[in-house]
Each structure stands twice: as C-alpha cells, then as structure tokens.
C-alpha cells in the first residue's frame, strides 16, 4: 500500500496507535460493526471480491448490511447476480477497503454462503427499509443489456413475492483479517487467523 502525502498524514494524528495485538482485534471487529450500523466509516461500502476460477476475481461496491463480531459479516443481493453464481463455484471471498482519512487498510477474509429461502434471509427482508429493497422489485436481471441509462424504477415491476424471490443474503464467515494502518510515529500491520475455536493474531513487517 503506497504512503499517503504527509498532508494527509496529519489527519489521522489523533488516531490511537495500538500497541497490542488484541487492541488491533477489538479495533477491526468494532470498525466493522460501526460501518454497519452508522454507516459513517469506510466498512460501510467495502469492496467484496470473489474469487471464481474460470474468468478470474470480480469485484464490486456492496453495502455492509450486519456483522456478527468476531465471525462474519453480511450484505444482501439479488440471487440472479453474477456474484451468486460466482460464489457457488467458489466460496473464498475478501471484503477491502481504505479508510482514507485514518489511513488504514483492512481485509476480511473467508467463505460466503448464500441465504435465500431461510431464517436468515427472512429476517434480513423482513429488518430492511422499503427503499434498500426497490431493487428486487424488478423482473430483468441484474447486469441485463438496456437500450440506455436505467435505474431499478424504470424497470417492468413484479409482486412482493417475486421480489422476495430475488433476494439473497451472502455471509461470509471470516477465517483471516489482513490489517495496516500508516500512522504518523511509523507504519505497522499485522493478521490474524482462525484457529477453530479463537483469533491468533500475528505482527507483519509492513
């Protein structure tokens, strides 16, 4: 990750340098959450990437929709998307991203499920505002060819029991966090792993 301007540099002054290991873990975990929840961090909209084989990884902007701290984290999507189909090849994923002003970089790292007819995909359509579901709403596919700009709304609409079809919840249960934050008394960074039962964290030469 290349350094940022010094002027930049004096912004995140007033962020904590964490000296231990297990400082650096309740700080990412509780990042997340924050992303989710207030959505006034960069875990709000991190970039998810999945890493289907044929065709090589994707990447797109999702929304971080919940976290369960300490194990996964979850965004919603329709099942007719290419990421769906991509995950079922192939259920290693990374969540990334850079939270400029801090200056640090984060990386979760593990296995997606897909959730679409139970408790779990449920409970999300049923906890969501009526303005993040418009999207599933519509009867084309996503990705689908157009004759020019769209949005969801311009788009043949379909009933609620066919937009509920169209949802998907993916969760990714994470095995690995890559973390680096450039901090104006020196740059540092470490991982962590899960070991099956507890995170073991490990300083990093940045």
Sequence with gaps: MSKPDDDLLETSESTPRYTSLDEVLAHLWSYAARGARYRDNAMATPIFVSTAVEGGPSARTVVLREVEEGRALLCHTDRRSRKVAELAEEPRSIWVTYDRQEHQ????????????????????????????????????????????????QDFESVSEDEARGNFAVVRTEIEAIMWQHVHPEGEYRARFEWDGGRWVGTWLIP
Excluded: C, N
């Design 105 to 152: 970089q984060f990386q979760f790292i593990g296995r997606s499920s897909v959730h679409t007819d139970d408790d779990v995909a449920d409970r999300m359509w049923a906890e969501e505002s009526p303005d993040e579901l418009v999207f599933y709403f519509k009867r084309s596919r996503p990705s689908e060819g157009a004759a020019g700009p769209t949005s969801a």
